[in-house]
């Protein structure tokens, strides 16, 4: 079982960055890959970025490449998302996720979930 926590959202002006933070917990070393999601209101949960565990790859939603950066650090268990030029429209729920199985790095398919982090970003 990996247990996660999401922090680091909040209020941002359109325009603006935001860094969120994963903190991983439990077996940890069964996790092959990282990645966040989010579900904005009346939406459905849809794939943002993930990563390796290892960070030697990557893959992002069209929507965000260019703007978002997936990265991590192993000695902290952690893994950040790095938001800059934000829009009304990247408001959401920001939820990690992790998993054990083996899977192609774009597949969205994960085993443990966090509580999800509020990103709002105003016009």
């Known amino acids: 079982q990996v247990q996660l926590v999401e922090s680091g959202g909040g209020l941002v002006q359109a325009g603006g960055s935001l860094r969120l933070s994963c903190a991983a917990s439990?077996?940890?070393?069964?996790?092959?890959?990282m990645g966040w999601f989010r579900q904005a209101p009346g939406k459905e949960r849809e794939f943002v970025a993930a990563?390796?565990?290892?960070?030697?790859?990557?893959y992002y939603a069209d929507s965000v490449k260019g703007r978002f950066t997936i990265s991590r650090d192993n000695a902290k268990n952690t893994v950040y998302l790095q938001m800059n030029s934000l829009s009304p429209e990247d408001t959401a729920v920001y939820y990690c996720?992790?998993?054990?199985?083996?899977?192609?790095?774009?597949?969205?398919?994960?085993?443990?979930w966090g509580q999800g982090t509020q990103v709002t970003v105003s016009s």
């Open positions: 439990g077996r940890t070393f069964s996790t092959r890959a």
């Open positions: 990563t390796s565990w290892s960070g030697g790859s990557t």
């Open positions: 996720a992790a998993r054990a199985r083996i899977a192609p790095i774009e597949a969205p398919v994960y085993d443990w």
